[in-house]
């Protein structure tokens, strides 16, 4: 079988429901601030989940829907930014919760384009090594790495995981899709993580762990790559925005998804998405985004849908599919 379909999807979130109104009682900000500048109502906050327990309930669920079992399992790539430990990585964690014992399983960090670019690894692995089955998860805890007293980052994030399992088949899924990066403008978001520090090292490098973004960089890059890469999902593929039932991209600012539908002369609606609710979950926005539609039953079989995600890195790609539950 040639082809690679998404066979099951599902997602966790944390049970802590943050409101705006919540957050105004943690830093000097208001519901009106965060609501016309983002597009954010609430967000759902680990109360001691780590990604790795958020990313198996994801997995469970998935392997569910695809009515498959996790020994079936091949692959795991979990997509994440905020893993519980340096090492091992969070996906190993993942398969030993599930119980997938005969998959292979790592990480890969792409912050915010993290499931686009596991999505497409994933894909050319099974292809390269035939494997059967595969799960692809978005996953964050970016609570334990915010700065609760940063008003300017504090209110934009929320937690939780996605994750979609990968069959072969005959009809085509997975179409084509691209990943890129702008290594020149790392330094617009880092969580730094550990000091450089030793008895052989003779100027420490002190590093921040705590996430820091400069927005207004980030909201032009955003503006002009998701505009940039649906119109390249599209010659590639030799269609026009008619064809396209959806698109679903990162959840990350209202603004940047209006500008994008404004600049495309697509009404809103066409665009899934669910950050009043969830916020910016990073990695696992589009995978959630995903679920969440599945059980609103907004997919139809043989739906066309675009994921478009951007973040840090800089990052950013897309890619098409054919819905096929
Ligand atoms: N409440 C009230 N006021 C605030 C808050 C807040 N929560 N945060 C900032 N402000 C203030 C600022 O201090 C500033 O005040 P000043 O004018 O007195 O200095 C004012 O509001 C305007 O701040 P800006 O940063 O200019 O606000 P902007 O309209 O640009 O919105 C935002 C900021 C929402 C962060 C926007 O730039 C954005 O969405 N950027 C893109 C983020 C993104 O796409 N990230 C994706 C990747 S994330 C990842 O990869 C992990």
């Known amino acids: 079988m040639k082809e690679v379909i998404i066979g099951g999807v599902g997602k966790y979130i944390p049970s802590k429901k943050v409101t705006n109104n919540h957050l105004s009682e943690i830093v000097d900000t208001n519901d009106e601030w965060i609501f016309s500048r983002t597009g954010i109502k609430s967000r759902y906050i680990s109360t001691g989940e780590d990604t790795s327990y958020m990313a198996a309930m994801a997995c469970e669920k998935a392997i569910k829907e695809a009515k498959t079992s996790a020994l079936d399992i ?25 119980g ?6 790592f990480d890969i960090s792409a912050a915010c ?12 692995l099974m292809k390269m090594h035939n494997y059967k089955h595969a799960l692809v998860v ?18 934009l994030f929320g937690d939780g995981a996605g994750a979609v399992v990968l069959s072969r088949s005959e009809s085509s899924g997975l179409g084509n899709s691209f990943c890129k990066s702008d290594g020149d403008k790392w330094s617009c978001i880092t969580i730094e993580g550990s000091d450089i520090d030793s008895p052989f090292v003779d100027s420490k490098t002190i590093r921040e762990s705590k996430l820091k973004m400069n927005g207004n960089e980030v909201f032009k890059f955003a503006t002009s790559t998701i505009v940039k890469s649906i119109n390249k999902m599209l010659e590639e593929n030799n269609l026009s925005l008619e064809d396209i039932d959806y698109i679903v991209p990162h959840q990350a600012n209202i603004r940047i998804i209006e500008y994008a539908a404004k600049k495309l002369k697509l009404p809103i609606e066409k665009f899934y998405t669910n950050i009043h609710e969830h916020g910016n979950t990073s990695a696992a926005s589009i995978p959630m985004a995903l679920s969440d539609m599945y059980e609103e039953g907004l997919l139809k079989e043989g739906n066309k849908i675009i994921l478009v995600g951007f ?4 990052t950013y790609g897309a890619t098409i599919i054919n819905w096929s539950i």
């Open 311 to 314: 973040g840090a890195g800089l």
């Open 138 to 155: 978005g996953a964050e805890n970016l609570s334990k790495f915010i700065d609760w007293q940063d008003r300017s980052t504090c209110v």
């Open 74 to 98: 091949d692959l795991i790539v979990l997509a994440t930014c905020t893993p519980d430990m340096f090492t091992p990585s969070t996906a190993c964690i993942v398969q030993s919760i599930i």
């Open 100 to 105: 997938a014992k005969n998959a292979v399983a």
């Open 113 to 124: 384009s993290g499931f686009i670019f596991a999505l497409d690894l994933a894909k050319s």
